[in-house]
């Protein structure tokens, strides 16, 4: 199967406290940045055939020197984003949709990933692409370890507790059928609607569209602040060496 893949490397990284003009999709892990991680994992899936990159202005030349020097053959494009993440995944499907009026083929699956997530596993991306491709729509997630309470009648008290065996925290990369995620861009940039998520976009335009749940480990985190690198530094010795056992 043929599966396209946008990734949103634009956060500017705020929570991480970063000095001014600083990506945290260049901050290192194991010696290597964020993104290289990132980019590794959906070069080495087998379903992927070529991957859009949204970054900021500043960084695009600096992540195309990178693409170059570790050798990623899948990446199409490297360009600016948007000033909304859902603006720079937009910027990419537009050259998705040129790539397949030229072409005349579609592909099987479009999957959206964040850059800062370095540590999902290929395995795992060919799995989210053949659900996506199958049911339409596959996100990824992980039961939430806390009990999760809502903020009651004022912000300095709880109110109800949620039951946690009906909630999922959502990961990515999220997985959708090529029509019905650039449909949902599209309506959506008409009616000036943002929303967290790509599924939340197809939750609204396509309410008849189930979303197929793939349950993942803890492992895939998102690097947000600064405790984030070395939890994901440790995570990442963990995937090694157990992939040294498996071997």
């Not at 945290?24 to 990132?38: D, R, Y």
């Not at 020197?65 to 494009?77: N, P, S, T, Y």
């Not at 999922?168 to 599209?186: D, K, N, Y």
Request: hydrophobic residues 35%; glycine residues 8%.
């Amino acid at each position: 199967m043929k599966t396209f893949v946008i990734i949103a490397a634009s956060g500017v990284g705020k929570r991480m406290k970063l000095e001014e003009g600083q990506s945290k999709q260049m901050l290192e892990i194991g010696g290597v940045p964020v993104i290289c991680h990132t980019l590794k994992a959906f070069e080495e899936a087998t379903t992927v055939e070529a991957l859009y990159i949204a970054t900021k202005a500043d960084s695009i030349t600096q992540l195309e020197e990178l693409i170059k020097h570790h050798g990623f053959r899948k990446v199409r494009a490297v360009i600016e984003g948007g000033r909304e993440r859902q603006d720079s995944i937009g910027n990419c499907i537009n050259l998705i949709e040129d790539e397949i009026s030229r072409s005349g083929v579609m592909p099987d699956a479009i999957l959206v990933h964040d850059g800062a997530r370095p540590l999902i596993q290929p395995e795992e991306i060919d799995e989210i692409s053949r659900l996506s491709a199958l049911y339409g729509a596959c996100v990824p997630a992980t039961r939430p370890k806390d009990t999760i309470k809502y903020i009651g009648s004022s912000p300095e008290v709880f109110g109800e507790t949620l039951d946690r065996n009906r909630l999922l925290q959502v990961q990515t990369p999220q997985g959708f059928a090529p029509e019905t995620l650039i449909e949902s861009h599209r309506r959506a940039r008409r009616e000036m609607w943002y929303a967290t998520d790509d599924a939340a976009l197809v939750e609204r335009y396509f309410p008849d569209q189930k979303i197929r749940i793939y349950e993942t480990g803890y492992h895939n985190i998102k690097i947000t602040t600064p405790e984030d690198i070395f939890l994901a530094e440790a995570i990442l010795a963990g995937l090694h060496a157990g992939k040294k056992q498996r071997d």
